[in-house]
């Protein structure tokens, strides 16, 4: 193993729902509002990545709180003839903290490429956000054996000319596309040894220290049943969480699942 398991202790834990094209703005606080309590004495960073429509009032309701708000995509460019498209500026202003970038869903519906994955987390690095950084192979590419070599091009091509300093704000996301919304899920071992590699990705591009303090994620169908063994993993310090963060519970159990264990 490259890293002992004692250094999953000093890394910082991340659990961040991403909400898709779900939620109005008062279906937002509703649900928001039962997350609340239910997650007030979390050990991890909570983090809810909601439609730019619901961002004013996800950061209303959670002012004051441990959730943390998050955007789902942001633009490259400063400002522009982009219509429809939010600046990483914008979403600074306003407050938000976390964005998600290069999610396979974007990559696949609305034309995502490396290169455009990568100016988008320049533009979120820039203006102070925390890019949560998605990764990931499909099912064809994990049958033909070639996994690894799908995740260290896109870390290579999607952290081109980031540097090691800003890295410290940079969560990388292991999202099987194979196990987004299908209700498959990677098995903890598989998880374990993707997120490990990216981590030796990470090593060699950026040394050891950087390596070692980086937080990766599982996403991919990560639920309240199945997040207790993901988490305890030496390499996998959070989720990103799909249809279970809808639902207060299951979202509170997994944030719950990710409290340190022994080591």
């Not at 938000?96 to 100016?119: L, M």
């Amino acid at each position: 193993m490259l890293l002992d398991t004692l250094t999953k202790g000093f890394r910082k834990t991340v659990i961040a729902g991403n909400w898709k094209m779900n939620k109005t703005p008062s279906e937002a606080k509703a649900l928001l509002e039962e997350i609340i309590p239910l997650v007030k004495d979390a050990s991890c960073e909570v983090v809810a990545c909601v439609p730019y429509v619901d961002l004013a009032t996800a950061l209303e309701v959670t002012q004051g709180t441990n959730i943390k708000i998050g955007a789902e995509n942001c633009h490259w460019a400063e400002s522009g003839a982009f219509t429809g498209e939010i600046s990483a500026g914008m979403l600074k202003e306003i407050g938000v903290e976390y964005v998600v970038i290069g999610h396979s869903e974007r990559r696949q519906y609305f034309g995502e490429t490396d290169e455009t994955v990568n100016k988008r987390v320049k533009a979120a690095l820039a203006a102070g956000l925390k890019p949560i950084v998605c990764v990931g192979e499909l099912l064809w590419e994990r049958e033909c054996d070639i996994t690894t070599e799908v995740i260290s091009r896109q870390l290579k091509l999607d952290l081109w000319g980031v540097t090691a300093e800003e890295m410290k704000n940079v969560v990388i996301a292991y999202e099987p596309v194979w196990a987004i919304g299908t209700g498959k899920t990677a098995t903890a071992e598989q998880a374990e040894e993707v997120c490990e590699f990216i981590r030796m990705c990470l090593k060699a591009k950026y040394g050891l220290e950087i390596a070692s303090g980086v937080t990766i994620q599982y996403g991919g169908s990560m639920n309240d049943a199945n997040a207790a063994e993901l988490l305890m993993k030496s390499n996998v310090d959070g989720g990103l969480i799909g249809g279970a963060s809808l639902v207060a519970e299951k979202f509170a159990a997994i944030v719950d699942a990710a409290k340190p264990a022994e080591y």
